[in-house]
């Protein structure tokens, strides 16, 4: 019943335009930063290790920058329900598909890493862009709110995609392999791993960082192309993705060679737009040390 109650209540509200809704979020944000608080601790520690070269008052500026975009990805979340497939494309874009379709015509699977970046929750439209023979998919952690988890589940499949629980991740992949159906699947990786799956550690926006490795091992394991979604915020409501060649042939490469190039592309995307990483993630809550000088 909740479930039924949240999703009219988002349903109406997404029939507003996205210029009312940006409204919203002009309201919303001295709620979320000067009153709630959201995180802030933890956002400003992260901002301020980050950007060690930043003053207070340049971190202050992020900070707020940071907020203003955090209330913007709710408010162009909830427009997913009444996004029609035509205004989706014009309000983010793919370049490099022409790489994604030679893949495909070479019969190659392919599995993708992004981040947390811009807003990963319009990416699913994805689906509707890649090969019609491709099984489409994303690696999702499953909420502890049962309510929201099937919330975001159903705006997930809206454009074909199938949201597969990590720890069912390659159970799935095997099971396409077996039945010989290409796949492309996304992964946002650069989240924390457990601390019992820490296996390899590489320096981040100036931290010693635990990196997620499983992506590169299943890779390797299933012989499967790896991309970069690198994303860009154009303005307010707009972004335009990047596919991005990490590796062809994940067997031909070292140990955590690709899981390096993903976290050194990353990094470029943080880099040059700051603003528009979630920044409240406790992303180095198992870090070693800060600013070391060499990390491996």
Known sequence: MLYY???????VIALLPLRVLY???????????YVVRYRHKVVHRNLKASFPEYTPVQIKELEKEFYHHFCDYMVETIKLFHFSDKEMKVHLRFEGLDLVQRLYDEGRSVLMLLGHFGNWEWVSSLGMHIPLGYAGGQIYRPLKNKTFDRLFLTLRSRFGVRSI???DTLRAIMEYKREGQLFFIGVMADQ?????NIHYRTLFLHQDTPVLSGVERIAKKVDTAVLYLDVCKVKR???VCTFKLLSEHPKETSEFEITEKYMREMEKTILRQPAYW???????KYSRIQNPEAVC
Request: proline share 6%; glycine share 2%.
């Open 237 to 239: 409501g707009y972004y």
């Open 5 to 11: 109650f949240v999703y009219a209540v988002n349903k």
């Open 278 to 284: 979630l920044w409240t993630h406790k992303r180095w």
């Open 23 to 33: 409204f919203f979020s002009d309201m919303l944000f001295p709620l979320v930063y």
């Open 165 to 167: 629980a990590k720890v």
């Open 192 to 196: 924390t791993p457990s601390e019992a």
